[in-house]
């Protein structure tokens, strides 16, 4: 059974294979040089909103900082 792509191309279900995939990936880290990068996961799930405090008092445009604060006092989470 063959799967239908993004752009029409057709993929077998031995593409999708996990075993495999995972053993090309780690041929090519290895082909590659990856086990000498440090790489990191940045992506902190930071909200903005939670810590207005620290920042609010750097925020130089006065129509901003008013348009921040009138969001929080109606309790707005954007």
Do not use: W
């Amino acid at each position: 059974m063959d799967l239908l792509a993004d752009r029409g191309r057709r993929v077998s279900l031995e593409e999708l294979n996990t075993s495999r995939l995972l053993a090309h990936a780690r041929q090519q880290a290895v082909k590659r040089g990856l086990d000498d990068l440090l790489i990191v996961d940045v992506d902190g799930h930071h909200y903005e909103n939670e810590c207005f405090d620290e920042f609010l008092p750097l925020i130089e445009n006065e129509v901003l900082r008013q348009l921040i604060l009138a969001g929080r006092a109606k309790g707005d989470r954007h």
